[in-house]
């Protein structure tokens, strides 16, 4: 028998945590779906901050200029100024909350700046910001009444009416209902009934061999979207972050923008500083332009690196201002105040998503998404530096609110959900084989759909990535699921969905450059994809 509650919140970082405390405030059952403990999520490895106008020397005009720049023509106007706008109000809530911001000695909020602003307007808690807002919401969950959180808990795919077969696929009376979800711990399939149905799942990092994000970014949210009937959009537009710590045992580790904020400077392997050659901005520049500058910088120089040097940062108080990113460095083997570090960039941020609108409603009724899976229209072509938890609350916010109305409007309970069979599949006696193909997606992806792309490269890693999602789709059927098993299949549906979108984008826009199509077309397009209706 499937548990009910209001609303399902799949994730938990700041959009999910918001929301959550959001709706129960409003007195609803909430279930907070987490596939692993409660603090790991996306949000707990942001180390910038958040953007927001705090400062009588800043103004909404300037961010959200900044924020257009940087999205290169795709953003949406009105969205953009909506999230700028809410943001004041968004950050006392987070501060009510308890998520204490660093300040300066003269009491007011300490403001960083990073790439592509034209203002420092970064509030932080040192390097450790996703942290300090992870806490924060987590203690506030603890003591929020109704929510119930469900750690170790993967989530499968979502129940809606069309697959019950109570209307016609794609039919306009299609809804979620629900969702099928795994107990890790239990090895169990549990059915979750749900009036709203909120994705929060944040990234899909681990679907490129080299990335910034934790092992959790694999896209589940924006898999599970498609497969239901909702549109995902701008899927190409990845973004791939400058400076990742290229480490000696080959792992790479994020150091902030923030760093080139306070100071530091890129320079090639024989110390010369080269940003000024691409853009006005210099080291400062939005991420896109400092990643593709780095890629090209390498490739003149036959270098499998660049260097950061961050010996000036903070008139020598760089290990008090980034504590995180120093021991980092340090446990590397370098020592950022005394010399410079190879970085190289990393994947790090998808700005497409499940389409949604201002109240982060996507395409199919019952369906809400919010964070890095959901794709407003605020960052357009290429994220400007620390939106993205910005978006994250002001949406969560907003989809609270509408979602307490739909909730108060489903006066009639959705009929009894089905519970999940697995008839005759057995156990997986080939582990080995999801390993392997696992690599193959992330080096193909990694290989063929990077910074620098072309036509050629994204048919080849469409055919190598089918081949993939047939392997993995009779794997599927055939033997009892695992965790392993639903993560690299959902790798494979976002890979497929970013390849889709890359093909359809014959323009080099903001994240999307490709060799085929260097020029910008006059006018900037979504691209979007919709699951063929009969395709399971």
């Given amino acids: 028998m499937a548990s009910q509650f209001a609303a399902i919140i799949v994730g938990s970082g700041i959009g999910g945590l918001s929301f959550a ?15 692993k ?26 961010h959200v200029q900044d924020t257009l720049a940087a999205g290169d023509g795709l953003c949406d106007m009105d969205v953009v100024t909506h999230i700028i706008q809410s943001g004041p109000a968004r950050v006392a809530e987070l501060i009510a909350w308890g998520v204490e911001f660093e300040n300066g000695a003269d009491g007011r909020p300490d403001l960083g700046r990073e790439g592509g602003h034209s203002r420092r307007r970064i509030l932080h808690a040192r390097d450790m910001t996703g942290r300090a ?57 549990e059915t979750l009934a749900g009036d709203v149905v909120v994705l929060a799942t944040g990234g899909t990092g681990q679907v490129y061999q080299f990335t910034t994000n934790p092992d959790i970014a694999t896209g589940d949210g924006i898999a599970m979207a498609y497969r239901a009937g909702a549109e995902v959009r701008d899927m190409e537009m990845v973004q791939f972050h400058p400076t990742a710590l290229k480490a000696p045992d080959g792992s790479r ?13 890129l320079r090639d392997t024989s110390l010369r500083s080269f940003m000024k050659d691409f853009h006005p901005q210099g080291d400062l520049a939005p991420r896109d332009i400092v990643a593709r500058a780095i890629d090209s910088e390498m490739k003149r120089a036959g270098s499998p690196h660049v260097l950061l040097d961050a010996t000036q940062v903070a008139k020598g108080h760089f290990a008090e201002r980034f504590p995180h990113i120093h021991a980092t460095c340090l446990q590397a083997g370098f020592d950022l105040t005394k010399q410079p570090a190879p970085v190289v960039p990393a994947a790090h941020y998808l700005c497409g998503g499940v389409t949604t609108d201002l109240q982060g409603r996507t395409t199919l009724p019952g ?14 072509a290429n994220r400007l530096a620390s939106n993205s938890l910005l978006e994250a609350v002001v949406l969560a916010h907003d989809g609270a609110a509408s979602a307490h109305t739909e909730i108060g409007a489903q006066a009639d309970r959705a009929p009894s959900l089905p519970a999940w069979i697995d008839g005759s599949a057995g156990d997986p006696d080939e582990r080995v084989v999801l390993t392997h193909n696992w690599d193959e997606l992330r080096r193909t992806m990694w290989d063929y759909v990077g910074i620098v792309r072309s036509t050629k490269r994204l048919q080849r890693a469409r055919t190598r990535i089918g081949t993939l999602s047939d392997e993995v789709r009779e794997y599927y059927w055939n033997f009892r699921i695992e965790p392993r098993l639903l993560e690299l299949r959902n790798l494979i549906q976002v890979a497929e969905l970013i390849i889709d979108c890359a093909l359809q984008r014959r323009e080099s826009r903001g994240l999307h450059f490709n060799l085929d199509y260097p020029a910008k077309l006059a006018e900037a397009r979504h691209t979007s994809v919709r699951r063929p209706q009969g395709r399971s």
């Fill in 253 to 265: 580790a994020l150091i902030s923008e923030a760093v080139r904020g306070e100071g530091a400077i």
């Fill in 367 to 380: 369906l809400y998404a919010v964070g890095e899976v959901a794709c407003t229209g605020l960052h357009g």
């Fill in 37 to 62: 403990t409660r603090s790991e999520s996306n949000t707990n490895w942001a180390q910038g901050g958040i953007a927001c106008v705090t400062d009588q020397a800043d103004d909404f005009a300037s």
């Fill in 21 to 35: 405390l959001n709706l129960a405030q409003r007195g609803h059952a909430v279930a907070i779906v987490t596939k």
């Fill in 133 to 189: 807002i992870e806490s924060a919401l987590l203690r506030a969950i603890a003591r929020a009444p109704k929510v119930v959180m469900l750690e170790h808990h993967l989530a499968i795919d979502l129940i809606t009416r069309a697959k019950l077969g109570l209307c016609s696929l794609g039919a306009k009376d299609d809804r979620v209902l629900g969702l099928h979800v795994l107990n890790t711990q239990a090895g169990r399939v």
